[in-house]
């Protein structure tokens, strides 16, 4: 079994930064690709972005967030945060970016990043 961990949440002002870690414990075709998601109160988890051979990104975080991986670890570099990207963040493995974005075999058990206005 897969385990994630992830760290680096926290609470910062709008337009301050953050930077997420997650380290898988094991580097092999099952965590071929990685990614972060997030879930808001009251709102569904949504897709933030993954990495693999490529790197992917929601529309709402282009240009402000940078996925990056460094072996069995992945990191999200958060720049102008905003309010609405307050939630829990949750980091993810499968198989590849594909199969990431639509249901993520592994999951992390989130941590928790709050933006002040």
């Known amino acids: 079994q897969v385990q994630l961990v992830e760290s680096g949440g926290g609470l910062v002002q709008a337009g301050g930064s953050l930077r997420l870690s997650c380290a898988a414990s094991e580097r092999t075709s099952r965590t071929a690709a990685m990614g972060w998601f997030r879930q808001a109160p009251g709102k569904e988890r949504e897709f933030v972005a993954a990495i693999s051979l490529r790197t992917t990104y929601a529309d709402s975080v282009k240009g402000r967030f940078t996925i990056s991986r460094d072996s069995a670890k992945v990191h999200l570099q958060m720049n102008s945060l905003k309010p609405e990207d307050t939630a829990v963040y949750y980091c993810?493995?499968?198989?590849?970016?594909?199969?990431?974005?639509?249901?993520?075999?592994?999951w992390g058990q989130g941590t928790q990043v709050t933006v002040s206005s």
């Open positions: 993810a493995a499968d198989l590849s970016i594909a199969t990431i974005q639509k249901n993520p075999s592994y």
